[in-house]
């Protein structure tokens, strides 16, 4: 497997702009979680889906935030408008598992966005 | 709400030594607790986990402990290389919770 892809890797925008991060899991996990990494917060959940279904959004930062997953194998998050706070690392991570998983989570190599 | 400690935030050894990571965690109800490692500019590596029934894993040259009771974990690695170089990341997941709650991390560097 290849593990989680994201993309972009990299996306530089300019603030007032939409951005849309993509993530694909590891075939066959059912669950599907988005991070933002920055220096002074470090690593925090934003929002995490179950089965397609989102669970918890309570990281998301406000209505400028949005995340969908249409299907078992694909999610996006958008930004929109985008601002220079949001610049970050954007990590998506996948585990098998229902109520009271063990399983342990892999992350996507990040997409690392610079809002000018 | 939890909240995920780590101690120290950097650290730099000479090639060879032991050393351990301190991890500290205020709600002790986890279903498990997961190290990672995080190379510069790069994604997390999952290195160990731990159920909350376990004490320890081992993995090669790592070996993490975990004392929920106290709310502790540590991640022991022996014979440290270069290549250890990396920051460490401590996550636990919640009973009822499936996302992680990180620490901020230990930046390690082992000097050759």
């Known amino acids: 497997d290849a593990g989680v892809i994201q993309s972009p890797r990299h996306e530089v925008t300019e603030m007032g702009q939409e951005v849309t991060l993509r993530c694909k899991p590891i075939s066959g996990h059912n669950s599907l979680f988005w991070y933002r990494q920055t220096m002074m917060r470090g690593l925090e959940l934003l929002i995490y889906f179950n089965n397609n279904v989102p669970i918890d959004d309570s990281g998301m930062p406000e209505d400028r935030f949005s995340a969908k997953m249409p299907n078992a194998s694909f999610s996006t998050l958008k930004i929109q408008p985008s601002e220079p706070r949001d610049s970050a690392v954007y990590f998506c991570?996948?585990?098998?598992?229902?109520?009271?998983?063990?399983?342990?989570?892999?992350f996507g190599p990040g997409t690392r966005l610079t809002v000018l | 709400k939890q909240e995920v400690t780590q101690i120290p935030a950097a650290l730099s050894v000479p090639e060879g030594e032991n050393l351990v990571l301190n991890c500290s965690f205020t709600?002790?109800?986890?279903?498990?607790l997961q190290w990672f490692r995080q190379d510069p500019g790069k994604g997390l590596t999952s290195l160990l986990l731990i159920q909350s029934s376990q004490r320890e894993q081992t993995s090669g040259r790592l070996n993490a402990s975990l004392d929920k009771s106290s709310g502790r974990s540590t991640l022991y690695i022996a014979a440290s290389q270069p290549g250890d170089s990396a920051t460490y990341l401590c996550?636990?997941?919640?009973?009822?919770?499936?996302?992680?709650?990180f620490g901020s991390g230990t930046r390690l560097q082992v000097q050759p």
């Open positions: 996550a636990v997941k919640d009973t009822g919770r499936r996302a992680l709650t």
């Open positions: 991570a996948s585990s098998l598992g229902g109520a009271g998983s063990y399983n342990e989570q892999f």
């Open positions: 709600d002790s109800a986890i279903y498990n």
